[in-house]
């Protein structure tokens, strides 16, 4: 059935309920499987259904949350403390883990990030350095390498250091994210941000990475399509349309209809302008590609998606290009320092910046270390982007959705 917005006090509701009975991010999912689709937060109740409801707003009218390395599972205590005998601070900002991607997407996530290896022959990422280190005496590998022998794309943190995925390849990651979207098909649409990873680390025998060449590329964007079916996707050529480039395309009128994008995915590549130029394999406006791509420049001709991960110092270029009617991401922590301190100041600098997508490591809070969490108000999936208001998007009521004052307290603590 399909999923819900958990907004008010219903949602405070079922927190309180999960809470009180300890029961597990399992259970949560469960309940929130039958309720209502993926409505917009911050306006009256509509009883026609989410798309009926959706009131002419476009994919870049709308703001949701997101995580930050999708697919991570945590570091085992003892490995981390052998990466701390390196660098403490390094072995600190990898403390940090997520629940399986379905799970995350019952939670409302409406943006998940996915760091790519190139593989083409397989086994390349089999047998990682640390945790063989780790497993030295133990009479099972403290790892799961299923999938890694075989060709194609593998998912993971750091190769050698930080291994551990819920899908170790890039086609299993996808397949979770399809089989959650054939069963919920009204969902919001879902941005995942896909790093080409090819940095080499300074570890003795530590794998090499290959470099993200075309033909890797090309790799990409065929897994992406051997998963999801042509009509399940928001690609470029959907936003440019019948416009001389993707960039005029996205600032005039482009970007799908909310309803229209409802059970669709879309996919961006976040890399340096030499991988993004790399995999434009010479297009002008990403024609044909599968995946938008992060190119830096406002006036290039296939600017559509940026990634600006800083909302306290970018916070006004965030808004001034989410006004323009390019899709922004941003992130409200990174490292774990927001989680260790509480400081909601990053956090709440970027839902105000009006980045249509807001990365967090902490849809729960780390009970162990503060009650911060980054979530929309009231626990919303999505809502009216409160810098790119649309008149369909005035918040019911009076109700808060510009996050100043305690709107985004009372959702976030939840």
């Not at 059935?1 to 949602?11: E, P, T, V, W």
């Amino acid at each position: 059935m399909a999923d819900s917005l958990m907004i008010g006090r219903s949602r405070r509701a079922f927190s309180r309920l999960a809470l009180s009975a300890s029961l597990s991010c399992v259970l949560i999912a469960a309940l929130v499987s039958f309720a209502k689709a993926d409505e917009v937060g911050g306006r009256a109740p509509c009883a026609a259904g989410a798309a009926a409801c959706d009131g002419g707003l476009r994919l870049n009218d709308i703001q949701a949350a997101g995580s930050h390395n999708s697919y991570k599972i945590a570091i085992p205590a003892y490995e981390r403390r052998i990466i701390a005998l390196t660098s403490a601070e390094t072995a600190a900002g990898l403390d940090y883990s997520h629940v399986p991607i379905p799970e995350q997407l019952d939670l409302g996530m409406r943006q998940l990030e996915l760091d790519v290896f190139h593989d083409p022959e397989g086994g390349r990422y089999e047998k990682p350095l640390l945790p063989r280190i780790s497993s030295a005496g133990r009479a099972e590998p403290t790892w799961d390498s299923t999938g890694m022998d075989a060709p194609g794309l593998k998912v993971l943190h750091i190769q050698d250091i930080d291994i551990r995925s819920h899908c170790n390849t890039f086609v299993l990651c996808l397949r979770q994210i399809k089989a959650w979207s054939d069963r919920h098909r009204d969902h919001a649409p879902i941005l995942v941000l896909i790093n080409a990873k090819d940095a080499e680390i300074a570890a003795p025998g530590a794998v090499k990475p290959l470099a993200f060449d075309a033909a890797a590329y090309d790799r990409l964007d065929a897994e992406i399509r051997s998963v999801f079916p042509r009509r399940r996707l928001i690609v470029p050529d959907d936003v440019r349309g019948d416009a001389p480039t993707l960039r005029d395309g996205a600032m005039n009128g482009g970007w799908p209809t909310l309803s229209a994008a409802r059970g669709r995915v879309m996919f961006a590549l976040d890399e340096t302008p030499a991988k993004v130029n790399v995999y434009r394999r010479g297009a002008r406006s990403l024609e044909g590609a599968a995946c938008f791509v992060n190119t830096y420049d406002e006036n290039a001709p296939d600017a559509a998606y940026f990634t600006m991960n800083d909302p306290l110092s970018d916070g006004e270029a965030i808004a001034r290009r989410v006004r323009d009617g390019f899709i922004v991401r941003t992130r409200a922590d990174a490292d774990t320092i927001e989680a260790r301190t509480n400081d909601t100041s990053r956090r709440d600098a970027a839902f105000r910046s009006g980045a249509h997508y807001v990365s967090t490591d902490y849809y729960h809070p780390r009970e162990e270390w503060s009650g911060y969490s980054a979530r929309l108000p009231g626990d919303a999936v999505i809502r009216c982007n409160p810098v790119r208001a649309a008149p369909a998007c005035a918040p019911a009521g009076g109700a808060d959705w510009t996050l100043d004052g305690e709107g985004l307290e009372d959702g976030a603590a939840k």
